[in-house]
């Protein structure tokens, strides 16, 4: 759980078109989608908030199971393009960066 805690308190950014644009002009290739409930809890049954974490290649650890999709994905776009109401999609933030200049 504390982990959950610590990336919905970590740096975000709404998930809009401009920043789909600069997440693929980066090394970036590949996000990680991770669900928080409103009690800072993964649950991707009834999330309140998306949590989209730019990663740069997948590792093949069988441990690190998560939902992962590439940014060339037609539904990021569909996202990036629409405010879904009562949902909250977020891009974390590379460590160091507190925002992104577009």
């Not at 991707?44 to 998306?50: A, C, G, K, Q, T």
């Not at 650890?61 to 879904?84: H, Q």
Request: proline residues 5%; aromatic residues 8%.
């Amino acid at each position: 759980m504390r982990k959950a805690i610590a990336d919905a308190r970590s740096a975000t950014c709404r998930f809009t078109e401009k920043s789909l644009k600069y997440l693929r002009s980066t090394r970036f290739k590949f996000v990680q989608v991770k669900a928080l409930t409103s009690d800072n809890h993964y649950d991707y049954v009834e999330p309140n908030i998306l949590l989209l974490v730019p990663i740069k290649e997948i590792e093949s650890n069988p441990n690190d199971a998560g939902i992962y999709t590439s940014l060339d994905n037609e539904v990021l776009e569909d996202w990036a393009k629409t405010d879904c109401p009562g949902l909250k999609i977020v891009v974390s933030l590379p460590k160091g960066k507190t925002s992104i200049t577009f």
